[in-house]
C-alpha cells in the first residue's frame, strides 16, 4: 500500500499537513476582473492541491479546499449551492466532477441544500483549448427554478470567467433571484484581463502588471478596459506609426504610469 503524504509539501501523514493547512488560510482571497470571488490565487499551495484534486484522484482534498471557500462567502446569502459541470467525457474518464466535490463539501459544511442544476450544452472540455477558445466559453442550461432561489455556483479554476459566467446567465434566464459565483482559484491572469473578447489593445505588454503579487494588488484598476478610446481613433492607430503612437499617448498615460511627465 502506497504511503499516504501530504498533497502540499509531500511530507508523510495526512492528505494535507497542519503546516499547510495553516498556509492555505493564510492565502489571501482574490476577486477577478470580471468580478469572480476566489479563495486564492492559482498559485504554489493552491495550485498544486487543485492539480491534486483534479489530476490525481485526491478527492479528499476538497474538504480543505471547500473550507477556504467557506471562509470567503456569507452563507446567509445563499439558498443552494450547485457547480459548473465539466465535461461529460472527463467526468467519467477522472470518475468524479472536481467542481461537484468541491460544492457537495461546501453544502455539507453548510449545512445547504446542493444539486445539480447546470448542464453543458455540447460537452466541451475548458482544459487544452486555446485562451481564445477559452473567451467564448462553454454555454449551459439550467433546470427551471421554481421559488426563485439565490445560486451559488462553484468552480475549482477561474481562467477567463467565461465558464462561471455563462453559468450565472442560464441560472438567471431559469429563473435564479440572484447568481453568487466563486471559485477555489484564480489564475494570475484573470486578475486583469477581461472575460469578454475585446478589440485589439495597442501596447498590451505594457498595460500587464510586472508581477504576479502587483496582478493581485492592483486588480481590476491595472485594466486596459478603461482606456479611454474611441473605436474610430483606435482603428487608426497602428503599432508601427511612431507619430499616432505619440498621438495617443496621453489618454494612456493616466491609465498606465501616475509618474510619467
Ligand atoms: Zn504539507
Same mark, same amino acid.
Given at each position: ?28 482571497? /482574490? ?5 469572480? /470571488? ?18 490525481? =484522484? ?6 480543505? *479546499?471547500?473550507?477556504?471557500?467557506? +471562509?470567503? *462567502? ?24 472536481? #467542481? ?10 453548510? +449545512? ?5 442544476? *447546470? ?15 477559452? *473567451? ?43 447568481? &453568487?459565483?466563486? #471559485? ?15 478589440? #485589439? ?35 487608426? &492607430?497602428?503599432?508601427? =506609426? ?6 495617443? +499617448?496621453?489618454?494612456?498615460?493616466? =491609465? ?6
Amino acid at each position: 500500500m502506497l504511503m499516504k503524504r501530504c498533497a502540499g509539501c509531500g511530507e508523510p501523514g495526512a492528505e494535507l499537513c497542519r503546516r499547510c493547512r495553516f498556509a492555505l488560510v493564510a492565502a489571501p482571497p /482574490v476577486t477577478t476582473s470580471s468580478g469572480i /470571488v476566489a479563495a486564492t490565487q492559482f498559485v504554489g499551495l493552491s495550485k498544486d492541491l487543485v492539480i491534486g484534486l483534479k489530476f490525481r =484522484n485526491q478527492r479528499r482534498l476538497a474538504h480543505h *479546499l471547500a473550507e477556504q471557500l467557506s +471562509r470567503r *462567502l456569507d452563507p446567509t446569502q445563499i439558498d443552494i449551492i450547485t457547480w459548473a459541470p465539466t465535461s461529460r467525457r472527463r467526468a467519467h474518464r477522472r470518475g468524479y466532477d472536481q #467542481a461537484e466535490l468541491l460544492a457537495r463539501a461546501l453544502a455539507a459544511r453548510w +449545512r445547504k441544500p446542493c444539486r445539480r442544476m *447546470l448542464f453543458r450544452r455540447h460537452g466541451q472540455a475548458q482544459t487544452g483549448r486555446t485562451r481564445a477558445d477559452r *473567451l467564448h466559453g462553454p454555454s449551459f442550461d439550467s433546470r427551471p427554478l421554481r421559488n426563485p432561489p439565490r445560486v451559488l455556483v462553484i468552480d475549482d479554476v477561474v481562467t477567463t470567467g467565461a465558464t462561471l459566467l455563462a453559468a450565472r446567465d442560464a441560472l438567471l434566464a431559469a429563473g435564479a433571484r440572484s447568481v &453568487v459565483l466563486a #471559485a477555489v482559484a484564480a489564475t494570475p491572469d484573470s486578475l486583469n484581463r477581461p472575460a469578454q473578447v475585446r478589440p #485589439a489593445q495597442v501596447r498590451p505588454a505594457q498595460v500587464r502588471p510586472a508581477s504576479n503579487s502587483t496582478a493581485a494588488m492592483a486588480g481590476p484598476l491595472s485594466s486596459s478596459t478603461t482606456t479611454p478610446y474611441s473605436p474610430t481613433a483606435s482603428a487608426a &492607430v497602428t503599432l508601427d =506609426n511612431t507619430s499616432s503612437r505619440k498621438a495617443v +499617448r496621453p489618454a494612456t498615460a493616466s =491609465n498606465l504610469v501616475s509618474a510619467s511627465s
